[in-house]
């Protein structure tokens, strides 16, 4: 069974958790987050692109990108809470040629999405964490920006109808959370389904043939409102 025909099932059950844990939570604050990514696309084999009318191999670089939003911290006990999330998440690679072509051109695809990861966090001593969970992507908007090598000149492409509206990863990060409630976070959000639905003759655009899965590793500070959550150690008495 293909993993689109989860989402569904998965945002049943993502409502219906929040609405469940959050009724028997000890506490749940809100916070906002902001960093910065670092985005890849993941291709099957050798893949090939349209440059001026001739197939050509290309390799993809990762590229620098923006993330951020909110999100609400729900606990429960000492150790374990809950973390939904709605963040937005510049996405993309860079596309080069694998050889010399007579007409050569880069690709620069820049994808946004907006994501909702519901992550699972256990808190380890000295006020570091750990996280996972699932995570929807919404794709609102895919460009390509094509540039031939050798030429000022470039052709954006709009490419969203060419790439699925949806998108299903997985989330794995660790952070540190300081007693004044400002943290960091490293996370990875590996893609887990294809999201490349371009065909054969559709559009005009280069879109990479075979198999494209988001991979993005992210560097992230938040700051949480209200009371705080990891009150340091008192100091020993003399």
Not at 22 to 42: D, I, P, R, Y
Not at 60 to 70: I, K, L, M, N
Not at 92 to 107: I, K, S
Not at 202 to 224: C, D, E, M, R
Request: glycine share 8%.
């Amino acid at each position: 069974m293909r993993l689109s025909n989860y989402k569904p099932s998965f945002n049943l059950f993502l409502i219906s958790s929040l609405l469940s844990l959050a009724t028997h939570a000890q506490t749940v604050q809100f916070g906002v987050k902001a960093g910065l990514g670092f985005s890849e696309l993941m291709t099957s084999g050798r893949p090939t692109t349209m440059v001026d009318g001739n197939t050509q191999t290309m390799r993809y670089y990762p590229v620098t990108t923006f993330t951020g939003g909110a999100f609400a911290s729900i606990l429960f006990g000492k150790k374990w809470s809950l973390q939904p999330e709605v963040v937005y998440s510049l996405q993309g690679a860079t596309g080069r040629p694998e050889q010399d072509y007579y007409v050569t051109a880069t690709e620069a695809y820049r994808l946004s999405y907006l994501n909702i990861p519901l992550l699972v966090k256990y808190k380890l001593p000295l006020a570091f964490f750990v996280e996972t969970g699932p995570q929807l992507g919404l794709l609102l908007s895919a460009k390509d920006n094509e540039t031939l090598v050798g030429s000022v000149n470039s052709v954006n492409y709009n490419i969203k109808s060419q790439l699925k509206s949806t998108d299903l990863s997985w989330a794995f990060g660790l952070g540190y959370c300081s007693p004044f409630n400002i943290g960091f976070d490293v996370r990875y959000n590996l893609g887990l389904e294809n999201i490349n639905q371009a065909t054969s003759g559709s559009s005009t655009a280069p879109i990479p043939a075979g198999t494209l899965k988001n991979s993005v590793f992210q560097l992230g500070v938040f700051y949480i409102f209200g009371k705080k959550l990891y009150n340091p150690p008192p100091p020993p008495e003399l």
